[in-house]
């Protein structure tokens, strides 16, 4: 019913409870449909609050591209350098498409560097923008 993806639905949802929080004078029957409403989004809060941390961070962006640090899954941590490159590009790596169009607005990969840290396989993947 009320799904909270990013900060500004999470914003929303705060600014909503604040309100379901001020006296309104109601029946008994739509002070518990309130109540229930309110236990929801706050379910809900906590479930976004408390998501699992992603493998990607962006180090830093602009409006053509961003910087990214991405952590590669576990599996590959004893595996070597070329498999860790090739699961790389099977699922992280974007492929730039031609456009009889300008500015398309596709995101493609610049370029990337694997490194390891902490005994886990790491890369920079620098990401732009066609604009």
């Known amino acids: 019913m009320f799904s909270i ?5 999470l914003r929303d949802a705060y ?4 309100f379901m929080q001020s006296d309104i004078p109601a029946s008994a029957e739509k002070r518990a ?4 409403l309110a236990a929801t989004i706050k379910r809900e809060i906590r479930n976004y609050n408390n ?3 992603p493998d990607v961070h962006i180090i830093c962006a602009d409006y ?16 070597h350098k070329a498999d860790a490159a090739d699961w790389f590009r099977n699922n992280c790596y974007l492929e730039a498409y031609n456009s009889p169009y ?8 610049n370029r990337y560097k694997l490194f390891r840290r902490r005994g886990h396989w790491f890369a920079y993947h620098s990401v732009s923008r066609d604009v």
């Open 102 to 109: 300008d500015c398309t607005g596709q995101e493609f990969t």
């Open 15 to 18: 600014a909503l409870l604040m």
């Open 51 to 53: 998501r699992p941390a």
């Open 64 to 79: 053509d591209g961003r910087l990214e640090l991405v952590q590669l899954p576990d599996e590959l941590d004893k595996a």
């Open 5 to 9: 993806t990013d900060n500004e639905r």
């Open 33 to 36: 449909a309130v109540k229930n």
